[in-house]
């Protein structure tokens, strides 16, 4: 009896052995099985994701080779497209009838990620292309632009040259009779007296110096607190205050508070006065009318611009004075460049008075805010200071005539 038991215990245990090792390979099994599928389900998916990026840098090539046309590149595309549709159908067939295994899941793996990666490297390249010839055209419009530009330019300049330039009086100013007038004839006029104010600045500012004027000095009385940006920008203190005792009285008949006829009398009178001196040279018509309305206005503006001891330090003396003063007209150049300059102002008053509507006149207070409308900057530094600059000075005073404003010349801060 005893000797039974050991024998049926040994039996058991080896049946108990073998029962386990069964167990275990199954369970083997069933794993490498359920890791085969997931390797074959991933390998699937990476060829769906291959299929579409493929799909989609094909169409990119497509919309490329539209513009320009390109028939190869179309064809070519079109035939990656319908193949790579072609796959994606047989992998919706393989899905539905869940036939996802492969024989070597790694090695499909690897490939579909591989064409992946060059279909969106492909795509890249397509794309970049596209923004080269993009860069190309911009570069090409921004070539005939400045071409075009450049040609605008051009004839501005010319036409420019054309319309204000100062040779030979107001020939410039083409109007037969008062009825032609323009506000465009008053601007081209503007453009004219400020380019001899600026001429007499030099001038003056080159006796200066030859004197050894403090010009620094000089500009801050008349500008005090105004810091410039830069040294030469001392000009603009000069021209400001030419300008303000040059056009002082501008809207009064003759500069003056002489009682006015009736207005269509008045821009009659002043037009025969505007027609008579602009073919003429300002030292003829004075000699021809030493009692003229325009003598009276020289003699007025030179005693008020030229202080007498700016004329003493300049001349050494105050002959030049007492000669204008007395009616007599000095012949010199700096007397000259005076008279030219009033001679500018002076048609210009005319014609503002001859024009129908009235010729308003403007100056900007300093510490006005500045404003495009109504003002034009001489210096543009004061825009990169900030945003909304304001106004240091009037340089220039600003007109309205009938609905055309034109801006005053300020210096900014």
Known sequence: MDSVTPKKSRLARTFAKVLHEDIRKA?????????????????????????????????AQLQYAQSPYDADGIQSADRTIVAELKKLSELRQRFLKKELGEASPATALLVAEAQEQSSVVKM???????????????????????????????????LDKRLHSSGGGGEQLSFRDRRELRPSHFVSLLRQAVKSVRSFVRLLVDE?????????????????????????????????????????????????????????????EFFERFTELKSSRPADYLNRKPKSKFAEFCKAKYLR????????????????????????????????????????VWMLHCLAFALDPDVAVFRVSNGSRFSEVYMESVNDEAFDASPEPVVAFTVVPGFRVASVVVQSQVYLK
């Open 124 to 158: 890249y390249e397509i794309t970049s292309r596209k923004l080269d010839s993009q860069v190309k055209l911009k570069e090409s419009e921004i070539l005939f632009l400045k071409e075009k530009l450049a040609e605008i330019d051009g004839d501005c300049k010319l």
């Open 208 to 268: 200066m110096e030859s004197e050894d004027w403090d010009l620094d000095a000089a500009a801050a009385s008349i500008q005090p607190g105004v810091s410039f940006w830069e040294r030469n920008h001392i000009c603009f203190a000069f021209e400001s205050f030419l300008c303000r005792e040059m056009f002082d009285c501008f809207d009064r008949p003759c500069f003056s508070d002489e009682n006015a006829a009736e207005k269509e009398d008045r821009r009659r």
């Open 305 to 344: 611009v030229i202080h007498p001891k700016m004329e003493a330090s300049l001349f050494g003396n105050l002959n030049q004075r007492s000669l204008v003063s007395s009616g007599v007209m000095p012949e010199n150049a700096f007397f000259a460049t005076f008279c030219e300059m009033a001679k500018r």
């Open 27 to 59: 369970k083997s099994r069933e794993k490498t099985k359920k890791d085969r599928d997931k390797a074959a389900g991933e390998a699937f998916v990476a060829k769906l994701f291959a299929g579409l990026s493929s799909i989609k840098a094909s169409y």
